[in-house]
T-cell receptor, first 110, second 117 residues
Framework: RKEVEQDPGPFNVPEGATVAFNCTYS??????FFWYRQDCRKEPKLLMS???SGNEDGRFTAQLNRASQYISLLIRDSKLSDSATYLC???????????FGTGTRLQVFP | NAGVMQNPRHLVRRRGQEARLRCSPM?????VYWYRQLPEEGLKFMVY????????ESGMPKERFSAEFPKEGPSILRIQQVVRGDSAAYFC???????????????FGEGSRLTVL
């Protein structure tokens, strides 16, 4: 079983739609969680952190469910510029190793 | 540009040759990560280094791959006797001490794309 699993997609949504991605992780002893964004043939960039209490940044909301070992990302009012691959990231306890999921591809169309 | 610099951006090698990929971290960053990304796949952790020290190399293949981060100069990822399966994008990322676990933010270079013929 992969350490971090994501639905690869693609998720094809119209502008203005709300879309949600989930990510599951296998190591219950994980300390930190993040979402990264990667544009086609570009480097990944940090999008936001994920907390149990939830984290909202504009149109983006991230949530952590430790009991079920999953992380979610919700994007409201999708823009064309949101088209990218979204990578779920987990850091196990006592390491500085960032474990990336394979990513979920989002395509927003007009 | 004070960002993470990787070179070469593109490298073509024949089977059996050596590939050397270089990474200069952001100014002030003392830690470097190397990741490999195959087409349609996610980033696979390879190695985590600080100056003159390998902290975690659990993702490095046992043979042909090595990494270093000397006191002076860039970090080097070296692949000896390359095979077709080594074709991938190799990303380097840097951070200052322990910021990865605190903020989750790694600053990535644009990657080095290795093609093995």
């Amino acid at each position: 079983r992969k350490e971090v699993e994501q639905d690869p997609g693609p998720f094809n949504v119209p502008e203005g739609a709300t879309v949600a991605f989930n990510c599951t992780y296998s190591n219950s002893a994980s300390q930190s969680f993040f979402w990264y964004r990667q544009d086609c043939r570009k480097e990944p960039k940090l999008l936001m952190s994920v907390y149990s209490s939830g984290n909202e940044d504009g149109r983006f909301t991230a949530q952590l469910n430790r009991a079920s070992q999953y992380i979610s990302l919700l994007i409201r009012d999708s823009k064309l510029s949101d088209s990218a691959t979204y990578l779920c990231v987990v850091i196990p306890y006592n390491t500085d190793k960032l474990i990336f999921g394979t990513g979920t591809r989002l395509q927003v169309f007009p | 540009n004070a960002g993470v610099m990787q070179n070469p951006r593109h490298l073509v090698r024949r089977r059996g040759q050596e590939a050397r990929l270089r990474c200069s971290p952001m100014k002030g960053h003392s830690h470097v990560y190397w990741y490999r990304q195959l087409p349609e796949e996610g980033l696979k952790f390879m190695v985590y280094l600080q100056k003159e020290n390998i902290i975690d190399e659990s993702g490095m293949p046992k043979e042909r791959f090595s990494a270093e981060f000397p006191k002076e100069g860039p970090s080097i990822l070296r692949i000896q006797q390359v095979v077709r399966g080594d074709s991938a994008a190799y990303f380097c990322a840097s951070c200052s001490m322990s910021t990865a676990t605190n903020t989750g933010e790694l600053f990535f270079g644009e990657g080095s794309r290795l093609t093995v013929l």
